[in-house]
């Protein structure tokens, strides 16, 4: 169950912020701390980073005017801010006489609760056919390397039809594909703010791609972030025990693949970490 602390002033302007799973959870909450005449401001849906481990989860953010603000009528329900800057006008509270199986919800908020739950999936839906959607097959071989690297298609649609659009040349043109990458695709041009989650290292064998991995490294758990190296498929002996004499000098945690085999059991380990560097 939630509790009080979970409500936050969210400004001086008189609103508290009530956080929760869901729908149902939140305006149960709400109800509870604020009574049934509390007025709900706004309803969204954000996404919170987890604090130790990798991926984000979805919470529901409702805003209530507090109990000491100057309050509209207080049979009265307000929702402001939503998509598109569209306005609904003030929708009268349900009365609290319907009895309902979750005992302290009024039948029309238990409707209401399970018409916009069913349009949040909807809308999920619809983005992750979005992101699952297949190349177009004139992606050309950079887009499918990039594609057999982890890129998201949409990602790799997008970034092709640039190249071809800025340099008039053929997407198939592999040499002047890479050009155009190095020169508008930098990664030295990136800060570590924001650097979170799994990341894939490509790079010829004299490119010192392992050096740059270390160095990565080395560098977030200077930061405070919990770092795993995944060294997949090693060539010899020596790139190994390099990993390991890295791993112990700065603190962060490495592991080597040898076959492809073990590479799904360590997507169970993931969550753990807050940035995973994949060398490949």
């Known amino acids: 169950m939630l509790t009080r602390r979970n409500s936050q002033p969210s400004a001086a302007d008189g609103t508290v912020l009530v956080t929760a799973p869901n729908l149902k959870d939140a305006y149960r909450k709400v109800r509870r701390d604020f009574g049934k005449d509390a007025v709900i401001l706004d309803t969204r849906t954000v996404k919170r980073r987890h604090e130790l481990g990798l991926g984000y989860e979805k919470l529901i ?27 609904r006008p003030l929708v009268p509270s349900p009365q609290p006489s319907a009895s309902t199986p979750d005992g302290d919800l009024p039948e029309a908020i238990i409707r209401e609760l399970e018409r916009i739950e069913s349009l949040v999936r909807a809308l999920d839906a619809r983005l992750v056919e979005a992101e699952s959607r297949p190349v177009a097959e004139d992606a050309g071989p ?32 592999r040499s002047a594909f890479l050009e155009w990458l190095q020169k508008h695709l930098r990664a030295g041009n990136c800060d570590w703010e924001g650097f979170y989650g799994c990341h894939a290292f490509l790079g010829l064998s004299g490119a010192d791609r392992q050096d740059l991995v270390l160095q990565t490294a080395a560098r977030f758990q200077e930061l405070g972030r919990k770092t795993l190296v995944l060294f997949l498929f090693p060539d010899n002996a020596g790139q190994v025990r390099q990993l390991q004499t890295e791993a112990a000098r700065h603190g962060f945690d490495a592991a080597i693949v040898k076959k492809e085999s073990l590479l799904e059991q360590t997507e169970k380990y993931l969550s753990q970490y807050d940035v995973v560097l994949m060398d490949l």
Do not use: H, K, W, Y
């Not at 953010?61 to 306005?87: C, F, H, K, Y």
């Not at 950079?142 to 640039?162: C, F, K």
């Open 61 to 87: 953010q409702v805003t209530v005017q507090d109990e000491g603000a100057p309050r509209t009528a207080g049979t009265s329900r307000q929702i402001r801010d939503l998509p598109g800057n569209a306005r």
């Open 142 to 173: 950079m887009g499918e390397i990039l594609l057999a690297a982890g890129a998201r298609p949409r990602t790799v649609e997008l970034l092709v039809q640039r190249f071809v659009s800025e340099t008039g040349e053929d997407a198939a043109d």
